[in-house]
């Protein structure tokens, strides 16, 4: 049970520090990665953030749910070889009902103020990743792996 807390530990660490990952989608023409801000939910289930209808990403997940995030904390240095960490995420997204958006959209806008405006208009699409895996590198080549229980 310790290495799951630690590797429970690191991933909030790195979440908590990182407001951006990398989102990967898949369309009719391949992969496709974009920026997102997120924001995770405490128990690490979910994955949250918000783009606008019309845009590639949002296509591609109303035409497949399954997707891929990067979270890294890297400072593009040599000694990012050694120190840091980046965690893939896979998982589907869905859009949060409205039922349950009030307190995801709360804990998105604490870590997100900035973005108020964004989320608010009708032409966003707020998402939450249903987690299945998180894929944590450290060290350059320590892989530690934490499977989310549906």
């Keep these: 049970m310790a290495h799951t807390d630690t590797l429970e530990q690191t991933l909030r660490e790195l979440l908590a520090a990182q407001p951006l990952a990398v989102l990967a989608t898949h369309g009719d023409e391949g992969p496709y990665a ?13 994955l949250l ?11 591609n997940l109303q035409a497949d749910a399954r997707v891929a995030l990067l979270v890294d904390n890297r400072s593009n240095q040599a000694a990012d070889f050694r120190d ?7 998982g589907r997204a869905e859009e949060v009902q409205e039922a349950e958006r009030g307190p995801l959209l709360a804990l998105y ?4 103020p900035h973005l108020r405006d964004f ?4 032409t966003c699409a707020f998402l939450k990743v249903h987690v299945a895996s998180y894929f944590v590198v450290t060290r350059f080549q320590e892989v530690m792996e934490l499977h989310i229980k549906p």
């Design 34 to 46: 974009s920026l997102v801000a997120v924001a995770a939910t405490d128990d690490l289930r979910h």
């Design 49 to 59: 953030f918000a783009t606008t209808r019309a845009t590639r990403k949002f296509a």
């Design 84 to 90: 840091a960490v980046a965690a893939t995420v896979r």
């Design 109 to 112: 806008l604490a870590r997100h």
């Design 119 to 122: 989320v608010a208009a009708p």
